[in-house]
């Protein structure tokens, strides 16, 4: 069996804290985002898919994985993570309060520093989609600060 697909156990370690940030973004604070990121390095284990960076890779699987979870159905005693628990403050408090899709766009190119392109694949959206769902969320950003 040929294991160069398979990801070292070191690279995934260094992956676990840009995991764990996004997996706050999506999931709009820290209720299930350790348990996104380790549904995420589980999945792993299947083999890194060949020609695709490594993190971009795994940000497209904790993308798919959340997907899942949103559809399942909730028990009554779990709360919307997209309800914002309060009036923002900061810069942090108002990009969750941004919608998801959002969030989402804004956290892969401000913060991990993926491109456009990296960035559509990894949501499986469109270039362009991208680019427009980063100017809402950038505008809508603005509003709230001002």
Known sequence: MDSSNYPIAADLAAAVPRLRRFARVLMGGGDGA???VLETLAG???GHAAGVELL???FGMMHAAHRRQARRPRRSAEVAVDAPAATPTNL???VL???LEEREVLMLVAVERLSYTDVASV???QVATVMGTLTRARKRLSEMQS
Do not use: Y
Request: proline content about 6%; charged content about 15%; aromatic content about 6%.
């Open 56 to 58: 971009t890779w795994l």
């Open 97 to 99: 309060q941004l919608p």
């Open 44 to 46: 792993a284990r299947s």
């Open 34 to 36: 350790d348990d996104l």
């Open 123 to 125: 949501l499986g959206v």
């Open 92 to 94: 942090c408090a108002s």
